[in-house]
Each structure stands twice: as C-alpha cells, then as structure tokens.
C-alpha cells in the first residue's frame, strides 16, 4: 500500500484533537485572540520549544546596519544634519579666531594628548567589546544591544566621516593634510556618548560625563591644531545623529514572523501561543 494511504486512515485525529483542546479550556473562548495580560490572567505559562517558526530576525547585523543607516539620513535626522551643517557655516566664520585663541593661550594645558586616544577608533572598538563581555559573560541583553548599537553606528560613522573628508579635502590648520572636514575623533566621541545613552534611557549619570568627555575630544582638535571649529561642530552633529538612529532601533528591537509554540497551564490546559 502506497506509505500516504497508511497515514490518510489517521487523518481524523487531528481534528479531534483540537476538539478535545476546546472541551478542556472553554475559557478565555475558543478561537478568541489573547493579550498578553490574558495571557497571564488565565495561565501560568510554561512555554515548550517553538515547533514552528518563519521569524526572521530584523535585527540581524546587516539588515540592522542598513536601517540604521536609512534612519541616520532620512527624515527628522537628515533635517538635524542640515541645522548641523548650517551651524557649521557660523562657526566657520569664526574658524579663524577661535584657532588663534587655542594657540595661543593653550587653555586644556596639554592635556590635548588624552583627547587624541579617547577620540581613536580603536578607543571606542574597545568600548564595544567591553559591552560585548559584559552582555555575554554577565547575562546582561541590554548591554549586548548596546554593543551591537555602537559597533553598527561606529561602522557608518567611520564610512560617513572618510566618505566627506576625501570628497571635501579641506586642508588641516597645521597644513598637513587635505582631510580636515568632518572631525572624526569629535564624531566618534559623540557617537558613543549618544548611543550609550539613549540604550540606558538617558540617565544623567552616565550622560553628562560622557557628553563632556565628547566636549573635550572636541576642544583637544582645536588646541593640537588637527581641526577647525566647523569640523568639529559637524562631527559632533553627525556622530550625535547616527548614534541616535542605532540606540532608536535597538530599544526598540524584536523578532518579525510567525512563531507558534505550546503553553502549559494551570487546571490542565494547554494553548497555542502564536506571535508574529
């Protein structure tokens, strides 16, 4: 006998399997859809492994990165990086002025060095996977969004910064170099300061240290002669802008599809849970 004429004569349990599950939990109502809040009103869940699944994770790395990018200049955002660009234009009319007072005065008092290392993409690499352990090791899923917020916004970032700065090619005070235009460790420094806040809902104790830290990577370009006051004042637009579109999309992070997967609870029911 073909094998799919053995299986057909057991076709009838299904049904009434599904019969005896209305019978056995008559309450909330068959086919009625559960809240969440239902959902713990009536049972004490005790999920199963997920038999079924089509979720396909938005969050993945490269669709993530490419969202974030979308979010980061589009919209609102691409508005903020126009007023960024608009205030890069004042301060330019003072580009002069302000280098003047930096070298002459030298009010960070050589303490311009540290700006230089905090300001380094290695820096704050090393900041993403200090999260990274911190996420894996200590159990922690926030700091592990966190990570990945800052890696992927470190990533446009470091493209956005090069992409204008070869294109651009404004000459350094110094004269050194034809890559003065955004300033990448001003950039960077507000990145992670605004990505680490916006992924701890912008508590203040973590937030003003680390916009002031960002302020002094800034002020540290202009005394060691790296950046004019418009670099600056764009990078610091621009890193606070992606880092705003990264910390934005991973709070609000979650799987897509449809999953179903089994519920045991209390006066012996069982549902079927289906999310999507």
């Known amino acids: 006998m073909p094998f799919r004429k053995k299986l057909c004569p057991w076709g009838w349990l299904f049904p009434l399997f599904m019969a005896l599950i209305a019978i ?8 009625q859809i559960l809240s969440r809040d239902d959902l713990d009103k009536y049972f004490s869940p005790k999920p199963l492994p ?6 396909t994770d938005k969050n993945s790395f490269a669709n993530g990165l490419w969202e974030s990018t979308r979010d980061s200049f589009s919209g609102n955002r691409l508005l903020m990086l126009g007023v960024g660009a608009g205030a ?4 330019h009319t003072q580009d002069e002025a302000v280098q003047r007072y930096f070298q002459q005065n030298q009010p960070l008092k050589g303490s311009e060095r540290y700006g230089d290392v905090l ?3 290695y820096t704050h690499v090393a900041i993403d996977l200090g999260f990274y352990c911190w996420g894996k090791l200590g159990n922690n899923e926030r700091a592990l969004r966190a990570s990945k917020a800052l890696m992927k916004g470190l990533i446009i970032n470091a493209l956005a910064t090069q992409g204008l700065k070869y294109t651009i090619r404004r000459k350094r005070p110094a004269g050194d170099a034809r890559n003065s235009f955004p300033s990448g ?3 960077n420094a507000f990145l992670t300061a605004t990505v680490i ?3 701890y809902d912008w508590n203040w104790k973590a937030t003003i240290p680390l916009y002031l830290t960002a302020s002094f990577v800034g002020a540290s370009r202009l005394e ?3 950046h004019w006051l418009s670099d ?3 990078g610091a637009v621009m890193g606070t802008v992606i880092g705003l579109a990264t910390s934005n999309n991973h709070k609000k992070e979650n799987d897509r599809g449809l999953q179903v997967t089994p519920i045991i609870g209390n006066g012996r029911r069982i549902t079927i849970l289906f999310s999507w």
């Open 88 to 91: 890069s234009m004042l301060a």
């Open 232 to 234: 600056v004042t764009f």
């Open 119 to 121: 300001g380094q993409g």
């Open 197 to 199: 806040s916006g992924m």
């Open 24 to 31: 056995a939990a008559p309450e909330p109502g068959w086919g």
């Open 224 to 226: 060691r002669g790296s």
């Open 185 to 187: 460790h001003t950039s």
């Open 50 to 55: 997920q038999f079924y699944s089509t979720s």
